[in-house]
Nanobody
Framework: QVQLVESGGGLVQLGGSLRLSCAAS????????MGWYRQAPGNQHELVAR???????DYADSAKGRFTITSDNAKKTVDLQMNNLTPEDTAVYLC??????????????WGRGLPVTVSS
């Protein structure tokens, strides 16, 4: 069983920055993708950014130029640096990891979510 521990988030003013971190532990042979999603009230679940085990990144249009995702496969961690935040970024941010188990099964895990609130 894989567990994700998220940290960071909170309340920040317009234009401020936050850093989200996520650490995975458990039966992970290799990382396929690690990433962050978010869900705002009344909105659908959406990808913010993700990074492959090989380092290829993918960002939502709203995140490009403001957010940076980094990961450490050896430590099984993924961070999301968020700059120039706006109230539209207010949401619960969830860490996601897709990984290969030691038995060769591709699986996924979700964190519990971190609330991020940007005040104007």
């Amino acid at each position: 069983q894989v567990q994700l521990v998220e940290s960071g988030g909170g309340l920040v003013q317009l234009g401020g920055s936050l850093r989200l971190s996520c650490a995975a532990s458990g039966d992970i042979f290799s990382i396929d993708h690690m990433g962050w999603y978010r869900q705002a009230p009344g909105n659908q679940h959406e990808l913010v950014a993700r990074i492959s085990g090989g380092g290829t990144t993918d960002y939502a249009d709203s995140a490009k130029g403001r957010f940076t995702i980094t990961s450490d496969n050896a430590k099984k961690t993924v961070d999301l640096q968020m700059n120039n935040l706006t109230p539209e970024d207010t949401a619960v941010y969830l860490c996601n990891v897709n990984y290969l188990e030691t038995q060769g099964i591709l699986a996924g895990a979700w964190g519990r979510g971190l609330p991020v609130t940007v005040s104007s």
